[in-house]
C-alpha cells in the first residue's frame, strides 16, 4: 500500500545513483495509480537515464507518448489476436512514456507551461481509445463491415474531430492553471490512501483493460472461445456507469465549497 511521501518505486537493480535519480524525479508517484506505481515508475527512471544521455527534451518524450497512445487505438480496431496485443503495447510504451517526460523535466530542471499543456493533450489521446473499443464491438459483432483502410481512416477523423476540439482547451486550461493554484480532483481524493479503490481504478481504466484483452486474445487462441466482443461491452457498460458517479461526485463536490 502507498502510504507515505517517503516511498519510492525501486527495484533490486537500483543502485545510489538510480536512488538519488529517484528521490530527485519520483518524490510523488506514490500518489499514482497501481499500474504506474508497481510496473511503470521501476523501469521509467532507466528510460529516462537513457533519454538524458541522448538529450532528448521532455516535450519531445511528451508527444511521443501521444503518439503510441493514439496508435494503441488504432491497433485494436484491427481486433486480431496480434493487433490487440500491439496495442496493449503501444499503450504501455505511451503510459511509461508520460512518466518519462516528468521525470527528464525535474532532472534536468526543463519544466515548463508547455510541458503542461502536451500532458493534457497526453490524457485527451485516451479519449479515442475508448472510441476504438465502440468501433471493436461493432466490428465483432457484425454490425459493421469495412476494410482496414476504411477503419483507419473513421479512427484518424475521431481522432482529428477531438483534437480539434481539445487543443485550444489544453492551452486555456494550462494558461489558467499558471496563473493560479489547483484543487485535486475530488474522485482522485477519493482514491488517494484507499488501496481498494486504487485496484478498481486500474480495472476499470486503461492499464486493466489492454492487460485483460491480452489475458483474453490468449485464451481465444488456445480454447476457440470469443470472449473479446463480451469484455469490451462489459468495460464500456461500466465506463459509463463510472462517468456518471464521476460528473456526480464532481458536481456535488461544488456544493460544499
Known sequence: MKNGQELLPTTFLDNETILS???????????????????????SIYITLLFCKLRLKPNTVSWMSVFFILLSGLSLVMATPMSIVFAALFYNIGYLFDCVDGELARITKQTSSK?????????????????????????????????????TLVYVTFVAIIMALLVPIAYQLTKLTMSQSTTQDPVNSIRDGSFFFDVVAVLL????????????????????????????????AMLVIKTSLRVFITSRSFDRT
Open 205 to 236: 481504466g486503461l492499464p486493466g483493460f489492454f492487460v485483460a484483452i491480452v489475458v483474453i486474445a490468449i485464451i481465444e487462441q488456445t480454447t476457440g472461445t470469443d470472449l473479446l466482443l463480451y469484455y469490451v461491452m462489459f468495460f464500456l
Open 21 to 43: 535519480y529517484r528521490k530527485q524525479s519520483q518524490s510523488l508517484s506514490y500518489k499514482e495509480d497501481l499500474w504506474s506505481w508497481y510496473v511503470l515508475r521501476r523501469i
Open 115 to 151: 510541458g503542461y499543456y502536451i500532458d493534457i493533450i497526453i490524457q485527451a489521446a485516451a479519449l479515442p481509445v475508448f472510441l476504438s473499443m465502440v468501433l471493436t464491438v461493432l466490428r465483432e459483432s457484425g454490425l459493421l463491415h469495412v476494410t482496414i483502410l476504411e477503419m
